[in-house]
């Protein structure tokens, strides 16, 4: 049996990764501080055998005994991570150093969970993983952008120095059901205010786009890196598709069925024009493409979300 460590395994891509890895049949230690990680994503495994939950936080050091690591942990939304900015570098560089000790003692591998922040906003598009990026150094996002660079170059000289398995994964916008609902990112964002009946606030004029992927393929993406021999990334995981913030209100108020209106506010700081992955690697050395598209994972968002407004109506 693998044992597996999922830092942040609290969170939302980090609870359907512990659930993929305990449906396979894996030891899962599912390590969060509870920052932006909830007990209610993974309430459902705690008493099953090969599950472990532990509060934990990793800019402290981790002493475990494990074969691979996933380390999920670090806010993903602009509004986490800029809450406490210092925290969130701390956590992608103090808790990424601890995490490669851990491994190098353990002998563990490690997936690191990149992003397509570390791109910035990009010059080149679609982004492809040779290109550097275009990133504001003292920026507003720059504390996870930033972070998220020092934890790939960490990565990398734990493994060039140490001989430490390293997997770099680029995850480009996720989205699905256990997404915080008040998060402030935008899928989350929009489904809630049109459940609701309000405007849906579009930053600035809505033409900048991203490309959305459903948190089921993201997983299998993760899983297929971290389990094979030859690729170490980074690898783009993401969905090739392009929506404008417009286009994406207007599939959310399809879906939805709702009669909100749109509403422009100003677009924040550093804001990337444009979001797109070049998928090429992940398809050559994974096998890997998405196979959810918008239309069939916003139904599945928007039926947890009515789910979960109807329990707090409770
Ligand atoms: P999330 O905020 O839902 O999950 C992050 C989890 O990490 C939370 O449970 C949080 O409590 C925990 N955490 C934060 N700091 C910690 C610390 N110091 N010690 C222990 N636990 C800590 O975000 P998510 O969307 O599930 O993202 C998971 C990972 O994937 C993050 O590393 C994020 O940067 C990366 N990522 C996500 C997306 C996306 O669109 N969701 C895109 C790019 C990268
Ligand atoms: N956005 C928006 N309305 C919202 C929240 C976000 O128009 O209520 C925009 C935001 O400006 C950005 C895009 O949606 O251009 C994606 O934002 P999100 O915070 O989800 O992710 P990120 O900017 O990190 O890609």
């Known amino acids: 049996m693998t044992s597996i460590l999922v830092t942040g395994g609290a969170g939302f891509v980090g609870s359907h990764l512990c659930d993929r890895l305990i449906e396979r049949g894996d030891e899962v230690l599912c390590l969060d501080n509870f920052f932006t990680g909830r007990k209610v994503n993974v309430e459902h495994l705690i008493g099953h055998p090969r599950f472990e939950l532990i509060r934990h936080d990793i800019v402290h050091p981790v002493f475990l005994e494990v074969d691979q690591i996933y380390n999920m942990a670090c806010p993903a939304s602009p509004e986490a991570y800029q809450f406490n900015p210092i925290k969130t570098i701390k956590t992608s560089t103090v808790g990424m150093v601890n995490i490669l000790g851990l491994a190098k003692r353990c002998r563990a591998r490690v997936l690191q969970a990149s992003t397509s922040e570390v791109y910035g906003d990009p ?5 492809t993983e040779d290109y550097w990026g275009h990133v504001n150094p003292i920026g507003p996002r720059s504390c996870y952008d930033e972070g998220k660079r020092v934890a790939e170059s960490l990565c990398i000289n734990y493994h060039l120095a140490h001989a430490v398995e390293i997997r770099i994964v680029r995850i480009f916008n996720t989205y699905g059901p256990r997404m915080d609902p008040g998060d402030g990112r935008v899928i989350s964002n929009f489904i809630m205010q049109a459940l609701r009946g309000e405007p849906l606030t ?4 809505g033409s900048q786009t991203r490309s959305f992927c459903f948190v089921d393929d993201l997983v299998e993406g993760l899983i297929r890196l971290m389990n094979q021999d030859e690729e170490t990334g980074p690898v783009n995981i993401g969905n ?4 404008s913030m417009i286009q994406l209100a207007e599939s959310v108020l399809a879906e939805t ?3 909100s209106t749109l509403t422009h506010v100003e677009l924040p700081a550093d804001d990337p024009k444009q979001r797109c992955p070049d998928i090429s690697k992940a ?3 994974l096998d890997w493409s998405p196979q959810v598209d918008l239309k069939t994972g916003l139904a599945k968002t928007v039926e947890y979300y009515r789910n979960f407004i109807a329990q707090s109506d409770k």
Do not use: A, L, R
Request: charged letters at 20%; zero cysteines.
């Open 202 to 205: 579009i930053y600035g004029d």
């Open 240 to 243: 090739p598709i392009e929506n």
């Open 283 to 285: 398809k050559q050395f």
């Open 257 to 259: 069925g709702s009669k």
């Open 123 to 127: 010059t080149v598009h679609p982004q």
